[in-house]
């Protein structure tokens, strides 16, 4: 009996000891933080984004992190006004290459953002030099201050192929072009990139949102000295936007081009899910803001456990494997219609199921005030499944198929 899955993959040529990866953020911003994350297990990095301070010097926003908290859960989602690295290019391209000597077998991947033409070809060189095995295109960042940078080229399909061509010109290594998430449809800016000449795709960078108000002073967060801005989200909540858009990339027959999946990636199970609609290599960051370099052992052990309870070789055996049941919504079967069944032994009579098929669907569901217990009205049910989603109680409410009665939807008033 195997104890621990192989969970290499095979990513544009390069092997991964496993798929997950840091993110390009504040996680991999240095040689220190790097190596330490290496110790821990990940089994790549992308670095810290790169650009020429000589064509534009960032400057911070200070502070730059809003977090959305939601109850008594904390960090559902994560905000940040960063910009890319604000370190000296030579030091981190030193940082860069000491780490590939340190860490020959691990996977670097060097992130960079040019302003022109010559920055990418630049950027691209100096990181190949390095050692860097593979380069990320940041087309993406939302928050850039500089007009030709970032989300302002992300849906620029004319830029993206140009920028990616000159970066294909400049170097021999792997290219992956990183994706904004902030418009309808990803696959022509995908393909874009293609056509430049990119070998993968990554996505999502963060989300356009605001967190958080102020509601003593009327300013949202972060509060920048009396404004603020929609900046980058991230974290947990951003996690079923990006699977849409992994999912929509790995079905499209013309991209076809391997994915590197990032957004709200947190446990082994976010990441099954990520492989299950196509992502070969995984990518965190706010999960790690959160909780530490350490999340990775976790992920590596669920991972694993699960792969061997399933007899599963090798990650590719269950690569998009979830990917292909995503249809157009026209294409439903409307055929198979099903109805709520509430297990009246393990009802415990809360009511929460009434209330909110009462108010919220289609009153289908009855409450004896005198055995305060649940029961489903058939006739009224629509099998919309609130009642299941609403149910504090595990397996107390289940369903069933019945023979379509279109007509029942016409009761809802
Ligand atoms: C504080 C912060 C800084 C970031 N900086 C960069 C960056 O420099 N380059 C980049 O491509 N993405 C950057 N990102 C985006 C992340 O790499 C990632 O795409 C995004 O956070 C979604 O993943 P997550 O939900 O695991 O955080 C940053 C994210 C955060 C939270």
């Not at 795709?201 to 000295?225: F, R």
């Amino acid at each position: 009996m195997r104890t621990k899955a192989d969970l290499s993959v095979n990513f544009c040529g390069i092997k991964f000891k496993n798929p997950f990866c840091l993110s390009s953020s504040p996680v991999s911003n240095a040689y220190e933080m790097c190596a330490r994350a290496f110790d821990a297990g990940w089994g790549g990095i992308v670095y810290k984004t790169l650009g020429l301070e000589s064509t534009f010097k960032i400057v911070m926003p200070s502070p730059r992190l809003s977090v959305y908290n939601y109850g008594d859960k904390k960090f559902v989602g994560l905000q940040n006004a960063e910009q890319i690295s604000d370190r000296n290019i030579n030091d981190n391209i030193k940082d860069i290459a000491l780490l590939k000597k340190q860490y020959p077998d691990k996977v670097l991947i060097s992130s960079i953002m040019g302003y022109n033409d010559e920055d990418w070809a630049i950027l691209a060189k100096m990181s190949e030099d390095a050692g860097a095995d593979m380069l990320e295109l940041n087309f993406s960042c939302p928050q850039m201050a500089i007009r030709s940078a970032g989300h302002r080229i992300g849906q620029d399909y004319e830029s993206i192929a140009n920028y990616t061509a000159i970066v294909r010109n400049a170097c021999k290594i792997p290219i992956m072009a990183k994706m904004t998430p902030n418009i309808t449809d990803m696959i022509p800016v995908a393909l874009a990139a293609k056509e430049g000449g990119a070998d993968a795709i990554s996505a999502i960078n963060t989300i356009k949102a605001i967190t958080d108000i102020d509601i003593d002073n009327y300013t949202p967060l972060p509060n920048i000295k009396g404004h603020s801005a929609a900046t980058g989200f991230s974290g947990p909540s951003v996690k079923p936007v990006a699977l849409r858009f992994i999912s929509d990339m790995y079905n499209s027959k013309k991209l076809d081009l391997p994915l590197s999946a990032i957004g709200g990636i947190e446990t082994w199970i976010d990441a099954l899910h990520f492989i299950l609609m196509g992502g070969t290599t995984l990518q965190v960051t706010t999960a790690v803001l959160r909780y530490g370099y350490r999340i990775v052992e976790d992920m590596i052990e669920g991972l694993s456990d699960y792969m061997i309870e399933r007899n599963i070789n090798s990650l590719d055996e269950i690569l998009g494997k979830a990917a292909g049941k995503i249809v157009d919504p026209a294409d439903f079967n409307t055929q198979y219609q099903v109805v709520s069944v509430i297990d009246e032994e393990k009802c415990i009579g809360c009511g929460q199921c009434y209330i909110s098929c009462h108010d919220g669907a289609n009153q289908a569901i009855k409450f004896d005030p005198e055995t305060r217990k649940a029961s489903v009205d058939e006739e009224r049910c629509v099998g919309c499944l609130l009642c299941k989603h609403i149910c504090p109680v595990l397996d107390c409410v289940s369903y069933r198929e019945v023979d379509t009665k279109v007509d029942k939807h016409a009761a809802i008033f």
